[in-house]
């Protein structure tokens, strides 16, 4: 791995260091705990992502480090700032995570130079893990990580080389109440039956960018769902470490059909199933999996129900 120091000098790198500071200063003076509930959804807005949103406001009105400022579930900021730098923050992906003080909830920020940036438009990223320490960095089509403040940057790649499904580790969230979860298992349930290991903790950032330094091989986030109330499930804003920080380790990212993403404009809020894969091979393999999706769950059913009819006779 190549050993890299010299892009803290980069100035990217230290708006994302700022507004790492005034994101870990806000969240230490601000206890956890939801503002609203939706009814049978888990996701809501909390107090932690208000204050937050509030700090970084303030912060980006004062410093002007960006002309524009995208933030999940909040309004967008214009800072009136003579510059192209447009970012995208998620402030805390894993609010109800870090009210529960499990998982690895995460700052996860993406830049762009288009005031209405689609995925393809992101130029470089930054992502810091609240719980482990753990920091990725992204410019000029390389990913950094580093294990703590104390440790160097070191360039990474994602595990291309397992390309079967019996080989490969999957991240695969399925919670958040009863139409997330459905959702879910309708579109991609059956999935976890063929991989060595099925993982989540349910923090999209810290999963894409472990992804990205090979510690898995797939991701899949299958639980967008509209009904009579709306719609719902993982938002873009789940999304930007993956176009931010995994697409220049060698991930590749598409929708549950296999189809390429990153031609869509960037709304923070809107639903939006995809995978990321370490592979071709093990993309393709994913996709037929979850086009056969529904007959694969009836065929592991009805052999789970045979062998528990054998062993009752």
């Given at each position: 791995m190549e050993t890299v120091n010299e892009i803290t000098d980069e100035k990217l790198y230290l708006i994302s260091e700022s507004i790492r500071q005034v994101v870990i200063e806000t969240l230490s003076g601000c206890d956890s705990g939801r503002l609203s509930i939706h009814k049978g959804d888990m996701k809501g807005h909390h107090l932690a992502d208000q204050k937050v949103y509030e700090s970084i406001k303030r912060f980006a009105m004062d410093k002007k480090v960006a002309s524009v400022i995208f933030i999940?579930?909040?309004?967008?900021?214009?800072?009136?700032?003579?510059?192209?730098?447009?970012?995208?923050?998620?402030?805390?992906?894993?609010?109800?995570?870090?009210?529960?003080?499990?998982?690895?909830p995460a700052l996860s920020i993406a830049f762009s130079e288009k005031r209405s940036p689609k995925f393809e438009d992101i130029i470089g990223g930054y992502v810091y893990c609240l719980h482990s320490g753990n920091e990725y960095f992204s410019i000029k089509g390389k990913s950094y990580f580093r294990e703590s403040k104390d440790a160097e940057f070191v360039q990474i790649f994602c595990d291309s080389k397992v390309d079967k499904l019996e080989d490969a580790i999957l991240y695969f969230n399925d919670g958040y109440g009863k139409e997330m979860s459905k959702s879910a298992f309708l579109k991609a349930g059956a999935l976890p039956y063929f991989v060595k290991h099925r993982n989540a903790f349910d923090n999209s950032a810290a999963e894409i960018c472990q992804m990205a330094r090979g510690a898995a091989h797939i991701r899949v986030e299958a639980r967008s769902y509209e009904n009579h109330n709306g719609s719902g499930g993982s938002d873009h804003a789940n999304i930007l470490s993956a176009f931010a920080i995994a697409k220049p380790a060698g991930i590749k990212i598409t929708d549950l059909s296999g189809e390429n993403i990153s031609g869509l404009k960037i709304e923070m809020d809107k639903p939006q199933d995809f995978i990321c894969a370490t592979s071709r091979e093990i993309l393709q393999q994913v996709v037929a999996i979850i086009s056969e999706n529904r007959s694969l769950l009836n065929s592991i059913i009805s052999v789970t129900t045979l062998q528990k009819n054998n062993k009752k006779a």
């Open positions: 999940e579930g909040e309004e967008t900021i214009y800072t009136g700032a003579d510059s192209n730098l447009v970012l995208l923050i998620d402030p805390v992906d894993g609010s109800v995570n870090r009210d529960l003080k499990v998982g690895d």
